[in-house]
């Protein structure tokens, strides 16, 4: 029995021994490299070998421990922390040892930063929106708003088509981009979905005017020196407008915090850089990029986009409100060669015409050294009535080209028609009638429908066509109490005055 005794306790020790020695496993789900507040992710503990319904499992953190659950090996934590767990049997006979700690780093709810492309517009262009989360990780799906103007000076968003669950790729692209409009993004992911917090707005910026909702600046042009008052006026189909500026950096201020907005016109004495709209309930108008400027001369230009095939003139203006005589104009920092008197006018302005233009004085008048002015960008959008025109032409095209084929389908139709028509007439009223056959190929028409002037000239026409076929009368057994003179045939050869006659009395049958 000693014996016995002495080998069943190392068969015990052994086995503890080796339960001691199991390590278990933590494992995070999803594993993503960044866990932010407010989201949900779920540790696992897991024995690496053998381990079964008879485990239960703790978990321990240095300010946190779970005491042993028998119904599972998960856990949920949104908690910074280190977290190790290990295993027990349920009849409390062996644990393992500590898993080795997993560390659970909880950051603030991310912004992500959208960016538009181009930010500037022609009618119809298609404009890009990407939406980005730092750092980059798998599983975001993105959305897509519109802000819509508040005139609390706050914006709601309306979710835009094809983005109500979100979308995988970070970017969507606004087809047919025609007005002034501001956009947002966020990012969401995980069950139930974590959402990050809205991106700034960006806005994608028109010149174009909308007769719906309009900016006016004067004085009319995009540079000021920095010492000339502004005045801004909203024209539209509101009665109530906000003006707002957006500067260099981004941010963006209504006329109350750097002017005073009387009815719809926000006057402020002093200009400052920036892109300046109007903005109502429902609508933004088209957008101005202002510069203002401490140099002794700026470049006069159109505040709105010019028409193609219309004129426009830029001139070179002086801080003494004079105009510059001699001066030379750039575009794309390239001398032209057609300024005169200190004006560079276009006739007929085409898309070539775009781009960055400035002047420069070629004489310095006493006390002004700096005469070279800011550039500015010349804006050209296509006529409208070029794109009606356009449009017009190829619907005709297209309309025309379907009517040829249906006329064509209708004459095969015709000509594989198997009918005849037949012509009856009486010369007087106890004389039974002829008939007369021909080809329907030309005609459509049920014949017997016709006026009777109508139907006469048709005769005369197939008559002379020769689309009748074959021409007969009653047969013999049907010729009673008539003489040969008046019981004839008629046929091919008749006279038209004959036929004429004939058709007087007669019609058409199919």
């Not at 978990?59 to 949920?76: A, V």
């Not at 986009?305 to 920092?333: A, I, M, Q, W």
């Not at 028409?445 to 048709?458: I, K, Q, V, Y």
Request: glycine residues 8%; contains cysteine; hydrophobic residues 35%.
């Amino acid at each position: 029995w000693d014996k016995v005794a002495g080998w069943l306790a190392a068969l015990l020790v052994h086995n503890v021994t080796h339960v001691a020695s199991t390590f278990p496993l933590a494992v995070v789900k999803p594993n993503w490299p960044e866990i932010y507040s407010g989201e949900t992710i779920t540790l696992t503990c897991g024995i690496e070998e053998g381990g079964g319904s008879e485990w239960e499992y703790e978990w321990r953190r240095p300010d946190y421990y779970t005491p042993p659950n028998p119904r599972g090996s998960m856990m949920t934590s949104s908690v910074t922390g280190d977290y190790s767990c290990k295993g027990r049997l349920k009849d409390g006979g062996s644990t393992t040892e500590w898993s080795d700690a997993f560390t659970v780093k909880i950051s603030g709810v991310p912004q992500p930063v959208l960016t538009v492309s181009p930010s500037w517009t022609s009618p119809g262009d298609s404009v890009t929106l990407t939406c980005s989360v730092e750092p980059p990780s798998a599983g975001w799906r993105f959305f897509w708003y519109q802000a819509v103007p508040e005139l609390s000076l706050n914006y709601t968003y309306e979710l835009l088509a094809g983005s109500t669950t979100g979308t995988e790729q970070d970017s969507y692209i606004l087809h047919g981009q025609t007005h002034t409009a501001g956009y947002v993004c966020r990012a969401g992911r995980g069950d139930p979905v974590f959402y990050t917090l809205y991106s700034d707005v960006k806005f994608v910026w028109s010149g174009g005017v909308n007769p719906a909702a309009s900016l006016t600046v004067s004085p009319h042009r995009l540079q000021h020196f920095s010492t000339e008052s502004l005045s801004l006026s909203c024209e539209g189909n509101s009665a109530e407008w906000r003006v707002m500026k957006a500067d260099e950096s981004g941010f963006m201020s209504s006329c109350s915090y750097w002017g005073q907005m009387t009815g719809s016109t926000c006057n402020t004495t002093r200009a400052s850089s920036g892109v300046y709209w109007c903005e109502s309930a429902t609508q933004s108008s088209n957008a101005a990029n202002i510069t203002t400027h401490s140099g002794d001369v700026i470049l006069v230009s159109s505040v709105h986009p010019v028409t193609e095939g219309h004129s426009v003139t830029l001139g070179c203006t002086l801080r003494t409100k004079e105009l510059l005589d001699e001066v030379d104009f750039y575009k794309n920092d390239k001398l032209l060669p057609n300024g005169v008197g200190g004006e560079l006018f276009i006739s007929a302005v085409t898309k070539s015409d775009e781009g960055f233009y400035k002047c420069r004085g070629r004489n310095s008048p006493p006390g002004l050294e700096t005469l070279t002015s800011a550039e500015s960008w010349l804006s050209v959008e296509q006529a409208a009535s070029s794109s009606v025109f356009l449009l017009l032409l190829v619907v005709g095209l297209v309309s025309g080209v379907l009517l040829i084929i249906l006329l064509l389908l209708i004459l095969c139709c015709y000509r594989n028609q198997s009918h005849t028509y037949y012509y009856t007439h009486s010369l007087i009223n106890n004389v039974k009638p002829f008939s007369c056959s021909f080809k329907p190929q030309q005609v459509g028409t049920r014949l017997s429908s016709l006026p009777l002037n109508t139907a006469a000239g048709l005769y005369m026409f197939l008559i002379q066509s020769s689309v009748f076929t074959s021409c007969f009368g009653p047969t013999r057994s049907q010729r009673t109490n008539q003489s040969p003179a008046t019981d004839h045939m008629i046929n091919q050869g008749e006279t038209q005055d004959g036929h004429y006659a004939a058709l007087l009395h007669g019609q058409f049958y199919s």
